[in-house]
């Protein structure tokens, strides 16, 4: 382990067996060491500062069957619901006159056309509403090249899609036949030629997953050339097929698990966007400040109408159900506070990752007139 840190620390560059080596690591100091090591690379590659992307979790209503999921098709024990636009927009106009540089819109997945033509009128008026400023992600899973473009061109600029697992085993395990992966791999390309960032993540701790997936996991992150990433421990949820299958779960091992996944993706991507993400705290009340400790710098803080919240359940005990946008924005703030880091209110905080794969640096006079909202710094993207 010590030659690994060695390693690290001379800039190597870590290969498949380092990487394993530090996800199964157990020994009692190495995960304070490996978050150390971790928080320094974050601090150095993209600064002690958190970016916050106000999710708005607009719909349960979906079209697929994943068996790991609390909102999945044949749930018929979920309560389905669907916001209006102007629940949406007011929840936007929330975002942006609290200073949140963007906004996650989610929702489960549908393709038909109502629907692609609903979120390309809202990306619009979102902007519209923002005079621009807010930036926008979209998680609203797998869609055609031809709507990801639509929707890139009204207006959103990121993209989330996780891959879920890159052990495509695994994968067939999770998802019903019709949900194939080369489908999924296929949507990342598409992602990224229509101009997104592009976001991807796994679920850590699902039953039969070993260090090695992992491993590869972060292989794989690296070799689609990914942007952000969004990952979170795997939760049971009672009302889906994977609950009969998954055995007990130890709470406090699979948010280790999730941390160690963390750091070392920071570890060996460096500069991309890494989220804490809310699954962590459903583990842990501390869960996404130890998530920043051990190398993410992006959070969602749930703007939901919370009248909503407790029908998005995609696991079980999903915290802050009840709290309104207001009081869980202020218990961030004090909560990032403690741990001594700064939020970039107003800014986008895109991935450095993103203009580096692009190899252009954002014109500074565009970013200007835009009043900087990227949150990037030109030397440290000449770095
Ligand atoms: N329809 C969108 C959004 C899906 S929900 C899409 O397909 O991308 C966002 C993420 O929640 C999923 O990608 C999955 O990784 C995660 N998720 C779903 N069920 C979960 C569970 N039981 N435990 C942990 N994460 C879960």
């Not at 400023?133 to 090249?145: F, M, R, W």
């Amino acid at each position: 382990m010590d030659k690994i840190f060695s390693k690290i620390d001379n800039r190597g560059k870590l290969d498949r067996s380092d990487l394993v080596e530090l996800l199964q690591s157990n020994l009692p100091g190495q995960m304070e060491k490996l978050c150390r090591k971790a928080y320094d690379v974050k601090s150095a590659e993209v600064g002690k500062r958190v970016y916050f992307r106000g999710i708005i979790e607009f719909s349960n209503i979906c079209s697929r069957d994943c068996y790991y999921c609390g909102i999945r098709k044949s749930n018929f024990h979920s309560k389905r619901f669907n916001m209006s636009d102007e629940e949406i927009l007011t929840a936007a106009t929330w975002a942006w006159e609290n200073h949140y540089g963007s906004i996650v819109l989610q929702s489960g997945e549908r393709n038909d056309s109502p629907f692609v033509d609903r979120i390309t009128a809202l990306c619009r008026k979102i902007k519209d509403l923002s005079h621009g400023e807010l930036g926008i992600t979209l998680s609203l899973g797998e869609q055609s090249p031809k709507t990801y473009r639509r929707w890139f061109d009204a207006g959103a600029h990121r993209y989330l899609l996780r891959i879920e697992t890159s052990n495509s085993h695994l994968y067939k395990n999770i998802h019903p036949a019709e949900s194939g992966m080369e489908q999924r791999i296929a949507c990342l390309n598409h992602l990224r030629d229509a101009g997104y960032q592009v976001g991807t993540g796994v679920m850590i701790g699902l039953p039969g997953q070993s260090a090695g997936d992992l491993a590869d996991d972060i292989l794989f992150y690296e070799k689609q050339d990914i942007d952000m990433i969004g990952m979170g421990p795997y939760i049971v949820h009672n009302q889906t097929p994977m609950a009969q299958t998954a055995g007990e779960i130890d709470a406090g091992e699979q948010l280790n698990k999730a941390l160690k996944m963390i750091a070392v993706t920071r570890l060996y991507l460096r500069n991309v966007n890494i989220a804490a993400t809310t699954a962590l705290q459903a583990l842990d009340p501390l869960g996404r400040e130890k998530g920043l400790l051990a190398g993410a710098n992006i959070i969602m803080p749930n703007i939901t109408d919370t009248k909503y919240r407790a029908a998005y359940q995609l696991y079980e005990n999903k915290p802050c159900l009840d709290e309104n946008s207001g009081i869980c924005r202020s218990c961030l703030e004090k909560r990032i506070k403690k741990i001594d880091e700064s939020i970039g209110y107003n800014q986008w905080g895109d991935s450095p990752h993103f203009y580096q794969r692009k190899l252009e640096l954002p014109d500074q006079d565009d970013l200007l007139s835009r009043g900087d909202r990227t949150g990037l710094n030109k030397s440290k993207i000449d770095a």
